[in-house]
């Protein structure tokens, strides 16, 4: 069976593309098959992964390439299979574009407009063991289509001041998903990022964390590591860029722990 999981959190910077990029890469190199969905229009998984961009065009962005994106499904003028790129072994990718930024006012009259992915992932998902979707930082049309499309949630948090601001907001949005469009979807866990192992604050807040959502908290904790924020401008993942950096050990040890079926 596919897992689809959409990574959420509408609080900006928590690690959301980096924790898509990476688990996706892991689980790739553990043999599973995976598509990793762009639903931002900023796009920063598709630069991350390097698709979309030609050698060279770092500088100039990816705004003005045109290639078939998430835009065009949500637009229903493409199917996925017309806009997967195959990335590198077992990993495929669906871009996303700036164009996407339109999408939500674009398809306000569209009568079941929050179930576009969702219908549009049918015909492909059988291809994959896991479709893994970046969520945009906001708990519009788009977060509400992979919430919609997805079975399972994983939350990533910032261990910082006020990491758990708005999550009372996202678990609500996630339990009316789940009453309106979506009976299966639950949280499959809330994974604890950008943890910086020497400053005090990170623990205590990483404990109260874990005191508020208990055995919902995956127990690998992404820390902070300069070889994933370093990647993405290579158009790498963290197993291309530097394998045996600490950032590529969380992000496998993520994948085992999900594997394991614990979750
Ligand atoms: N564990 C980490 N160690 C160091 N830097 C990290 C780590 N995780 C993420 N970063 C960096 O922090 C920034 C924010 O991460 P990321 O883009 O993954 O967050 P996001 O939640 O997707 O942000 P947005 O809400 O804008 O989509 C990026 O520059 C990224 O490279
Ligand atoms: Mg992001």
């Known amino acids: 069976m596919t897992k689809i999981i959409a990574i959420i959190n509408q609080k900006g910077g928590v690690g959301k593309t980096t924790t898509t990029v990476n688990l996706g890469a892991a689980l790739a190199e553990k043999g599973k098959k ?3 969905f762009d639903m931002d229009a900023q796009s920063n998984m598709t630069t991350h992964l390097g698709v979309g961009v030609q050698e060279g065009d770092f ?3 990816i705004e003005d390439v045109e290639y078939p994106s998430s835009y065009d499904i949500l637009k229903g003028s493409k199917t996925v299979a017309e806009c997967v790129v195959h990335r590198s072994k077992n990993l ?6 700036l164009s996407l930024s339109a ?3 674009e398809l306000g009259g569209v009568v079941g407009r929050e179930l576009i992915l969702k219908r549009a992932l049918t015909n492909i998902q059988d291809n994959y063991d ?3 979707i970046d969520c945009p930082p906001a708990l519009g049309l788009l977060s509400l289509n992979a919430l919609a499309a997805a079975d399972s949630v994983i939350i990533p948090v910032q261990s910082e001041y006020l990491a758990l601001h708005g999550v009372r907001q996202l678990l609500d949005t996630i339990e009316q998903v789940k009453s309106v469009f979506n009976p299966v ?3 499959m866990g809330v994974l604890i990022c950008l943890h910086d192992i020497r400053k005090k604050l990170a623990r205590a807040v990483s404990d109260t964390i874990r005191t508020y959502f208990g055995d919902l908290v ?3 904790v992404i820390k902070t590591n300069v070889a994933l924020a370093e990647a993405p401008s290579d158009g790498k993942t963290i197993f291309e860029y530097a ?4 950032g590529a050990d969380d992000y496998r040890e993520l994948a085992n722990e999900i594997e394991s079926g614990k979750f």
């Open 34 to 36: 995976v598509l990793l």
């Open 59 to 61: 500088q100039e962005g």
């Open 92 to 97: 495929d990718v669906v871009p996303s574009s």
């Open 103 to 105: 999408a939500d006012l």
């Open 130 to 132: 896991y479709i893994i």
């Open 185 to 187: 979807l639950r949280v």
């Open 218 to 220: 995956f127990e690998t």
């Open 243 to 246: 394998p045996r950096e600490r």
